[in-house]
Every structure is written in structure tokens, then in C-alpha cells.
């Protein structure tokens, strides 16, 4: 079993939707949740972080841990084409050693 | 927030060559150092990671003889992909860690090889 699970999609939503986007981990030490966006051909930008478990917003994105799940969530309210990228979730259990999943391909259609 | 860069954004190397890629952070002092190299639409696959000085850790798989690591500074770490072959094209990705206490991950802009 892989330590990160992430729908390798593709996504594709109407301008304006709301999107949701998901990974799962086995490791219930991981207490350091990221979310990256990476446009193609880029590096990966960090969009969020979170520390356990709780949710975090910063203007459209909202980020969600459910430790006793093993599930963690972004949100991205009132989509915009501009955030069509590919959206990578990360995690650790010590802030030393990453896993990342395999990402998760969003397009938005205008 | 914080800034790592790389250079060259983009190399293309003929076949037997070594090509050297420097991550530098630009804004902060980076004890630890990822490199990560990234095959089309599939997920970063880390490297190996690198201490400011001390000797980087392979992860399995990969050739220490072949990417050589130097994390010389605490704002510059280079890899150098000795003897390259067309099978080492690929998007190389550096990521910078600032010290203890903190687990964000900055990425640089990524390093195209081609290797011919």
C-alpha cells in the first residue's frame, strides 16, 4: 500500500464551481499536511499547510485533516481557469521526510 | 513567501557529458535540500537529501556516483548528473527547507535536461 493516495484524476469543472480535492494516507504519524499547485513544466508552488488535524482557509482554498480518517481535503470555492494546474498533496511525520501523491490534474473551464 | 531558484531553467547535453544544476534560496537559509526529479504527469520521485555540510542521503534506487549532491552553503546546493545518457532526460526539481521547526517545502522552477 502506497503511504499516499491521490486520484490522478482528470478534473474538470464550469468556472465558478466548487472543487474538491482529496488524498488519503495509511501513516497515522503524519502530522504535516501540504497541498502544492503546479502548472506545467514548473516547479510546484505551496498553495497550503496544516499542522494535525483542523481546517485552514486562505481566501478561495480551504484545507481539511481528518486524522481519525486519514483523509485530508482542499477546497477551492468559485473556480477560475487560472487554476487549472496540477495539485499535489504532501505529508510528514517528522518535517524531515515528505510523501507526496501522485497529483491531482484540475481544469476549468471558462 | 520564501523563494528557491535554479539554474539553468533548461539544458540540453550530448550523450557522455556532465551537466551541473545549482538550487539556490534566495531568501533564506536552507539546512536541508531535496532533489527530486519528476517524469511527465506523474508525481515528484525524490533523490536524495542533502544537509547543509554533510554528505546528501540516496534514496534507493539511485546512483550516489552518478548525481552528485554538494549542499556547500546554507543557500546553494548543486547536482551534477556525471556521464549523462538520454535515460537521464527529465525534469529535475530542487526544494529548500529552512531549519529547525520548519516543514514547508519551497520548490525552484524545475530544471528541463535533454540529454541526446
Known amino acids: 500500500q502506497k503511504e499516499v493516495e491521490q486520484d490522478p484524476g482528470p478534473l474538470s469543472v464550469p468556472e465558478g464551481a466548487i472543487v474538491s480535492l482529496n488524498c488519503t494516507y495509511s501513516n497515522s504519524a503524519f502530522q504535516y499536511f501540504m497541498w502544492y499547485r503546479q502548472y506545467s513544466r514548473k516547479g510546484p508552488e505551496l498553495l497550503m499547510y496544516?499542522?494535525?488535524?483542523g481546517n485552514k482557509e486562505d481566501g478561495r482554498f480551504t484545507a481539511q485533516v481528518d486524522k481519525s480518517s486519514k483523509y485530508i481535503s482542499l477546497f477551492i470555492r468559485d473556480s477560475q481557469p487560472s487554476d487549472s494546474a496540477t495539485y499535489l498533496c504532501?505529508?510528514?511525520?517528522?518535517?524531515?521526510?515528505?510523501?507526496f501523491g501522485t497529483g491531482t490534474s484540475l481544469t476549468v473551464i471558462p | 513567501g520564501a523563494v528557491v531558484s535554479q539554474h539553468p531553467s533548461r539544458v540540453i547535453c550530448k550523450s557522455g557529458t556532465s551537466v551541473k544544476i545549482e538550487c539556490r534560496s534566495l531568501?533564506?537559509?536552507?539546512?536541508?535540500m531535496f532533489w527530486y526529479r519528476q517524469f511527465p504527469k506523474q508525481s515528484l520521485m525524490l533523490m536524495a537529501t542533502?544537509?547543509?555540510?554533510?554528505?546528501?542521503?540516496?534514496e534507493q534506487g539511485v546512483e550516489k556516483d552518478k548525481f552528485l549532491i554538494n549542499h556547500a552553503s546554507l543557500t546553494l546546493s548543486t547536482l551534477t548528473v556525471t556521464s549523462a545518457h538520454p535515460e537521464d532526460s527529465s525534469f529535475y526539481i530542487c526544494?529548500?527547507?529552512?531549519?529547525?521547526?520548519?516543514?514547508?517545502?519551497?520548490f525552484g522552477p524545475g530544471t528541463r535536461l535533454t540529454v541526446t
Open positions: 504532501a505529508m510528514s511525520a517528522n518535517g524531515n521526510q515528505f510523501y
Open positions: 542533502s544537509n547543509e555540510g554533510s554528505k546528501a542521503t540516496y
Open positions: 496544516t499542522y494535525s488535524s
Open positions: 526544494s529548500a527547507k529552512a531549519g529547525q521547526g520548519s516543514y514547508e517545502q519551497y
Open positions: 531568501d533564506f537559509q536552507a539546512t536541508t
